[in-house]
């Protein structure tokens, strides 16, 4: 599978991230396919997961520390978050001792701040990381969910060395992080790690809707009617191409310089499909397509 440089870093990541949040869900039952759907990833040229101490109250990190146990610890490209209630400068390092016990693993490739929290000083944080960074125990300092002035800020406070990542929601449809923060990062040439790549499954065709609460059900409906039409027009360059929707969704991401495209799933089946993303790229006319489906759309509300 191709590499793409991970921004200043050097480091050679695949274009796609396995995401793991459902793995802090699962069923003890279903663990032993938790390693499985990762392992085969790994297998298959996947080797960048992304987890996170608080995904099922750290039993996603443990599921990945049993995943990966059979593969040579440099081969896989470990991102884990700490959260946004532990920033105190202590409670930084006692959650990265966490993480670190629940991977199996002396070193954390990449560790992002999940949150900003704004009762913390962003120095006070950024010297907890700083110090994680100097001891060995963390390869890179990255962010997570943060808009350009608190990017900046942080990178104020880091003397030793630089954000490696910010890892935002940005898909074909939400991309507010075009207006600054992207366009920022480009030019310094730190990486954005697309979450909610696939909105949900919603671009790609998903019309389920579970959940108790009535409104919650409602909300969801409008928004798979307001955007049908772009799925429609997604699915239609999908076919023309011989490519599937999801391939499509997340070709548009990890075509773009310094962005990598994180996907979750349980399903081998989902993986595979989502693997045929990398090694071709959308032309101008699509791209254009697409641009001038999103714009169709109007959603009056939806509900994250």
């Known amino acids: 599978m191709e590499r793409k440089t991970l921004g200043w870093t050097g480091e050679k ?21 938790a ?17 996170a101490e608080s995904y099922g109250n750290g039993l996603s990190e443990i ?26 400068y202590d409670d930084v ?58 990017l ?11 954000v490696a990542a910010n890892e935002l929601h940005y898909n074909l449809l939400f991309r507010d992080v075009e207006k600054e923060v992207l366009p920022y990062m480009q030019k310094e040439n730190i990486p954005l790690l697309a979450y909610d790549s696939l909105g949900l499954g919603y671009l790609v065709g998903r019309k389920e809707v579970r959940n108790e609460y009535r409104w919650y059900v409602l909300a969801r409906e409008a928004y798979i009617r307001s955007i049908e039409s772009l799925v429609n027009e997604i699915s239609l360059i999908a076919k023309e191409l011989n490519k599937t929707p999801a391939q499509v969704v997340l070709n548009w991401l990890i075509s773009k310089d310094n962005v990598f495209a994180i996907f979750n799933t349980t399903k081998e089946e989902h993986l ?3 693997l045929g993303s990398i090694g071709w790229k959308l032309g101008d006319n699509e791209l254009r397509r697409i ?5 169709r759309v109007i959603i009056d509300y939806f509900v994250r």
């Open 13 to 33: 990541i695949s274009p796609l991230i396995l995401g793991s949040w459902e793995y802090g869900t699962i069923s003890i039952i279903d663990e032993a396919n």
């Open 35 to 51: 390693v499985k759907i990762i392992r085969k990833a790994i297998e298959m040229g996947i080797n960048a997961i992304d987890t």
């Open 63 to 88: 599921v990945i520390g049993k995943a990966i146990k059979q593969f040579k610890r440099e081969e896989v490209f470990i991102i884990t978050k700490v959260s946004i209630d532990h920033l105190r």
């Open 93 to 150: 390092l006692r959650a990265a001792e966490g993480s670190l016990k629940r991977l199996e693993t002396n070193y954390i490739d990449l560790y992002l701040v999940h949150w900003p929290n704004h009762y913390v000083p962003i120095r006070e944080t950024a010297k907890a990381m700083e110090r994680l960074f100097n001891e060995g125990k963390i390869r890179y300092i990255g962010l997570s969910n943060f808009s350009l002035p608190l």
């Open 152 to 162: 900046r800020e942080f990178r104020e406070h880091l003397s030793k060395t630089d």
């Open 272 to 274: 595979k499909d989502n």
């Open 291 to 295: 641009d001038e489906a999103v714009k």
